[in-house]
């Protein structure tokens, strides 16, 4: 398994590749893919990375794991191909942009259209077994994209982290709040949303902030 990953992140994570904890992952990944369906697709791994380059990111979107059902990880989190109905948190999000911007509810849930507006989508676990979520958590993954994530507070500033739920928010202690904006509230979840994920008002937040820093805001239409 090489990484498939684009050339910019490829650059600011290219020490993460040599390390013990990524080869032992390579080394799982290989001996899991022989013996079970893996998500998402080999190709669509590092999907985050490549539908936003490291100079590109704006906002960071965290989720915990890909979905472990069939045709739905593509390697952006909450995301699903065109086609594929949205899941449960996926269909909280759209009601929350609904009641926050007034937008329409889409009739698709691929994501893609974020990233490349600067939307990094990472997942903290970045694969999973068919049908059994979390199957690859401790596995390597979050020190990985842990890595990524202190990388993009290092480097840049001025980056809005949307933090949904308690996993997401202990990523907190990696990004420095005094160069970063970090929004939190419950996850979409349905068993969390009602406790403060609906009218959090992320997204019209997420546009002022970037507005007020003199960057362009994220059109979150989807259709």
Same mark, same amino acid.
């Given at each position: 398994?090489?990484?498939?990953? @684009? ?29 079970? +369906?893996?998500?998402?697709?080999? =190709? ?5 990375? *490549? !539908? ?39 269909? *909280?999000?759209?009601?929350?942009? *609904? ?12 994501? @893609? ?9 990472? *997942? ?10 979390? =199957? !690859? ?15 993009? =507070?290092? !480097? !840049? ?26 929004? +939190? ?30 960057? @362009? ?7």
């Amino acid at each position: 398994m090489k990484p498939q990953i @684009e050339e910019t992140w490829k650059k600011v994570l290219m020490d993460e590749f040599k390390k013990d904890y990524f080869i032992k992952l390579k080394e799982f990944l290989v001996e899991e893919k022989k013996k079970y +369906t893996v998500y998402p697709p080999g =190709s669509q791994i590092f999907a985050a990375f *490549n !539908h936003t380059p490291f100079n590109s990111v704006k906002v960071v979107i965290l989720g915990q794991d890909p979905y472990h059902g069939p045709g739905q990880a593509h390697g952006l989190c909450f995301s699903v191909p065109k086609g594929t109905p949205a899941p449960p948190s996926l269909q *909280n999000i759209f009601k929350e942009i *609904n009641s926050d911007l007034g937008l329409p509810i889409p009739n698709h849930g691929n994501l @893609e259209k974020w990233a490349k507006q600067g939307v990094l989508l990472l *997942n903290a676990t970045l694969t999973v077994r068919a049908n059994q979520a979390g =199957s !690859h958590q401790n596995k390597g993954w979050e020190t990985f994209t842990d890595a990524a994530i202190k990388a993009l =507070s290092d !480097h !840049h500033k001025g980056l809005v982290f949307i933090l949904w739920g308690n996993y997401a928010q202990a990523k907190t202690s990696i990004i420095d709040a005094n160069k970063h904006f970090i929004l +939190t509230a419950p996850h979409p979840s349905p068993l969390s949303a009602s406790r403060g994920f609906f009218g959090c008002k992320h997204f019209s937040k997420t546009n002022r902030l970037l507005t007020s820093i003199g960057k @362009e805001p994220i059109d979150w239409s989807l259709d």
